[in-house]
C-alpha cells in the first residue's frame, strides 16, 4: 500500500495508510461528471478506517465498482469515492454445490471464467462482464432471464457487511432479513457488501439454442415477449425509436434456450474458455477497440435512422443457431468503449418499468412524443419482467424499455424536459423506474412510484445503519433529497 496524504482547500485533510488520489470521475454514458476523494483499499478491514475518517471531517462517502452505472449512483462530488475494486478475492468455489463465496470488487467476468469450465454460470449477468458483484448487488441487476429468475439479489445466499457504525452484519433471507432486502437495491446507502455468497446455475453446455425473429410493430413486439417467455431461457428484443406510425415499436426479438444433457455432443469443448471469450477484431483485421471511431459519424438522427433500417432490414430472416455464453449475454462488450461514439456530450439511458397491460399504450406515446421533438431514442432494448420482494424493487409483471439518447449542449435542456414527460407518462401507467440508469428523476417521481411504506422502512433503516448520514451519493441526494445530512432525515415531502 502507498502512503498518501489528502488535502482540502490549503490544510491537510488525514493521513491514510490506503491508496487515495483527487480526481474528476464521470458516469458510463459520459454525460455526468464529480470531483472526489477516491480512496481504494485493498482489504476489507480498511473500510472502517474510511468511515472514521469521514465522519471526522464530515465528509460522506460513496461506493464504486467499476463505475458502469448511467447515472449518478457511484458520484460523490467533494466527497469520498470508496472504489472497491482492490477488494476483488475469490474467497471459496464449490464446484459440487455451486455456491460461490467473493469479495465485492470479483468482475462478473472473474466469475463466469472461473465456473463455466465446471459446468455452471452465473444465475443472472448484466449486458457487460465487466461489472462488479458488489455493483451488481448494490444495483440489483436482472438480466434477459428476469422474468424467470428475477434479479441477482434472489440467487444470494448470504451477504456480510460493514456499516458506517463499524458494526458488521451477516444477512440472508432469514438472518437480519430486512436489511438484506434493502442492502440489495441499496446503492450502497446503508452500508458495504463485503463479502458475498452466491449460488451459481448447472449448465450442460457451452451453447445456447438462440432463435432471431422480426417484430413489424409494438404490438407484435410485446405479444412475442408474452408469448414466448413461458418457454425460454432468456429472451430480449431490439426496438427501433427512429420510426413511428404503423411500425413504430418494430425490431427483433432473441428467444434462447439452455440445452439440455445429451444435446451438446461434445459439452466439455464448448465450455472451455477459449470457445467463449469474444474475439477482439471484426473479421480477424479491425481491432473493435477502434470500432466506436467508426460509429460516431453515424450517431445522429439521419445516420442512426439509416443503421437501424439496415438492421431492421437484415433480421427480416427469421433463423436459429448456437452460441457461446458470453456472446449472448455481453454485448456490450463487442464493441469495446462503444458508448463514446456518442461523442462528448455521452448519452442518457432512460429506463422504464410497465405493467403488460398498459406498456403499448405508454411506450407508444412515449416514442411518438420522442420523434415529434425530433430526439429520437437511437438504441432500444426490451425485456420480460415479473415481481420480487427488494424494497426498492424495479420489476412488476410487465416489461421493460431502455432507451439511449445522445445528449449535445444544444439538446440538453429539451431532452431533459423530454424524460420529465416519460416520467409522466409512466407514473400514470403505474409503472417503475430503475435507479441505476435514469439520470433525471426527481423526488417527487421516486416517492410515487416507491410508496410511502417502502420510503418509511428505508428511513429507519438508514437511521439505524448510518445514523450520522455519512453513506451518500450524488444520486441520493438528487433523488431523495436529504434536509440535513445526520439522521437521515427527509425533506418533508418525502417524510410525507
Not at 433500417?309 to 443457431?321: C, D, V
Request: proline share 6%; aromatic share 10%.
Amino acid at each position: 500500500m502507498r502512503h498518501h496524504t489528502l488535502f482540502i482547500m490549503d490544510g491537510p485533510l488525514n493521513t491514510l495508510d490506503l491508496e487515495t488520489s483527487f480526481r474528476s470521475l464521470e458516469n458510463f454514458g459520459h454525460s455526468l461528471r464529480a470531483a472526489s476523494y477516491v480512496v481504494r483499499p485493498t482489504h476489507a478491514e480498511e473500510i472502517p478506517e474510511v468511515f472514521t475518517l469521514a465522519r471526522r471531517q464530515g465528509l460522506s462517502v460513496t461506493a464504486r465498482g467499476a463505475g458502469l452505472s448511467y447515472n449518478d449512483a457511484a458520484l460523490n462530488g467533494g466527497g469520498i469515492v470508496l472504489d472497491l475494486t482492490g477488494i476483488n478475492r475469490i474467497i471459496d468455489w464449490n464446484p459440487a454445490t455451486g455456491e460461490l463465496l467473493v469479495e465485492p470488487g470479483v468482475t462478473l467476468r472473474q466469475l463466469w471464467q472461473l465456473v463455466e469450465p465446471d459446468g455452471w454460470w452465473p444465475p443472472v449477468v448484466s449486458g457487460t462482464m465487466l461489472t462488479t458483484v458488489g455493483g451488481c448487488l448494490g444495483a440489483n441487476v436482472h438480466g434477459k432471464n428476469n422474468f424467470k429468475l428475477g434479479p441477482i439479489g434472489e440467487h444470494v445466499v448470504e451477504f456480510r457487511a460493514v456499516l458506517p457504525s463499524g458494526e458488521e452484519v451477516l444477512c440472508s433471507p432469514k438472518k437480519n432479513a430486512d436489511l438484506f432486502y434493502a442492502m440489495i437495491g441499496g446503492f450502497g446507502m446503508l452500508g458495504i457488501f463485503t463479502a458475498i455468497k452466491l449460488q451459481m446455475k448447472r449448465i450442460h453446455s457451452g451453447l445456447l439454442e438462440v432463435s432471431a425473429r422480426p417484430v413489424a410493430n409494438l404490438h407484435d413486439h410485446l405479444a412475442n415477449l408474452r408469448e414466448h417467455s413461458p418457454t425460454a431461457d432468456y429472451i430480449v428484443g431490439w426496438l427501433d425509436g427512429t420510426v413511428g406510425g404503423r411500425v413504430l415499436g418494430r425490431g427483433q426479438i432473441h428467444v434462447a434456450r439452455l440445452l439440455h444433457e445429451g444435446e451438446d455432443p461434445d459439452p466439455s469443448r464448448s465450455m472451455q474458455l477459449r470457445n467463449q471469450v469474444l474475439p477482439p477484431r471484426i473479421f480477424g483485421i479491425l481491432p473493435k477497440s477502434k470500432l466506436h471511431l467508426f460509429m460516431r459519424p453515424f450517431m445522429n438522427n439521419l445516420g442512426t435512422s439509416a443503421v437501424n433500417a439496415g438492421k431492421y432490414a437484415a433480421s427480416l430472416r427469421r433463423h436459429t443457431f448456437r452460441q457461446s455464453h458470453a456472446a449472448f449475454h455481453f454485448l456490450f462488450d463487442y464493441v469495446p468503449d462503444w458508448e463514446r461514439a456518442y461523442g462528448r456530450g455521452g448519452l442518457i439511458q432512460y429506463q422504464s418499468f410497465l405493467p403488460k397491460e398498459r406498456a403499448e399504450e405508454a411506450w407508444s406515446e412515449m416514442i411518438s412524443l420522442s420523434l415529434r421533438r425530433g430526439l429520437p431514442s437511437y438504441l432500444g432494448v426490451t425485456k420480460r419482467h415479473r415481481p420480487d420482494k427488494f424494497l426498492f424493487s424495479h420489476a412488476l409483471d410487465g416489461f421493460s424499455a431502455a432507451m439511449d439518447f445522445k445528449i449535445t449542449n444544444r439538446n440538453r435542456p429539451r431532452l431533459s424536459q423530454l424524460l420529465q414527460e416519460f416520467d409522466r407518462i409512466v407514473l400514470e401507467a403505474g409503472g417503475r423506474f430503475y435507479f441505476a440508469k435514469n439520470s433525471e428523476t426527481l423526488p417527487q417521481t421516486a416517492a410515487h412510484f416507491l410508496g410511502p411504506k417502502a420510503i418509511a422502512e428505508f428511513r429507519r433503516l438508514k437511521q439505524r445503519c448510518d445514523p450520522n448520514g455519512v453513506l451518500e451519493s450524488n444520486l441520493y441526494r438528487r433523488v431523495f433529497a436529504p434536509e440535513v445530512r445526520g439522521g437521515g432525515q427527509w425533506t418533508a415531502m418525502m417524510s410525507s
